[in-house]
């Protein structure tokens, strides 16, 4: 089945620092990956995606690789901001045939920074 | 009005009483879900309308109806709830049957209930 894992928050970091979260999957065919976004009081809102393998998703100095060999998906940030404070969610989506496509979640990691 | 709207944002009621959440879409989208997001547990999708038929019920209890009467409204009819119900109900559409290969879903802000 499709499945996603996420690390466990919550995650607190200072401005500027190195942001990293895991995230890896598992699908019976070729899913495409996604990082949502959301900020507090908020709805979910798309951060990037990557629709095959070797795709790089980029935005808002986020950045993700779909790396079907280790089948990851790893969030990363050069420098965070006090503004990136939020939960992210992995998720997946396969599509197959005339099936509606539906979006399996990860649990979310919560990540905190403080100035 | 531009993405996905959702009414009311915040909703407290008791589990005797009958309300109903709003969700719209102004995207030309031809799918709409029902989420549940509750604290420490993974988000649940609840219900799936496609060309307003539903095409999903995940299990979900049948105190939760849902309703689409077209392709830019959904809504959710509550009755009898209880208190572990209360949680933040987020709406998304999406655009189906296009040659893409993903479904990207965009998101209400969500109402934020509470079961007394």
């Known amino acids: 089945g499709n499945s996603v894992t996420q690390m466990e928050g919550p995650v607190t970091l200072s401005e500027e620092a190195f942001l990293t979260i895991n995230c890896t999957y598992t699908a019976t065919g070729y899913p495409s990956l996604f990082w949502y976004v959301q900020y507090p009081g908020e709805g979910l809102q798309l951060l990037l995606k990557a629709t095959k393998a070797d795709d790089k998703g980029s935005n808002k100095g986020f950045e993700a690789t779909y790396r079907k060999e280790t089948t990851s998906f790893h969030l990363e940030k050069g420098s965070v901001q006090v503004s990136d404070s939020a939960v992210y969610f992995c998720?997946?989506?396969?599509?197959?045939?005339?099936?509606?496509?539906?979006?399996?979640f990860g649990r979310g990691t919560q990540l905190t920074v403080w100035p | 009005e531009t993405g996905v709207t959702q009414t009311p944002r915040h909703l407290v009621m008791g589990m005797t009483n009958k309300k109903s959440l709003k969700c719209e879409q102004h995207l030309g989208h031809n799918a709409m879900y029902w989420y549940k997001q509750s604290a420490k547990k993974p988000l649940e999708l609840m219900f799936v309308?496609?060309?307003?038929?539903?095409?999903e019920n995940n299990s979900v209890p049948s105190r939760f109806s849902p309703e689409c009467p077209n392709s830019s409204h959904l809504f959710l009819h509550l009755h009898t709830l209880q208190p572990e119900d209360s949680a933040l109900y987020l709406c998304?559409?999406?655009?189906?049957?296009?040659?893409?290969?993903?479904?990207?879903?965009?998101f209400g802000p969500g109402t934020r209930l509470t079961v007394l």
């Open positions: 998720a997946l989506s396969e599509m197959r045939g005339s099936t509606l496509g539906r979006l399996y």
């Open positions: 309308y496609n060309f307003k038929e539903q095409t």
């Open positions: 998304a559409s999406s655009q189906e049957g296009t040659s893409s290969s993903y479904n990207e879903q965009f």
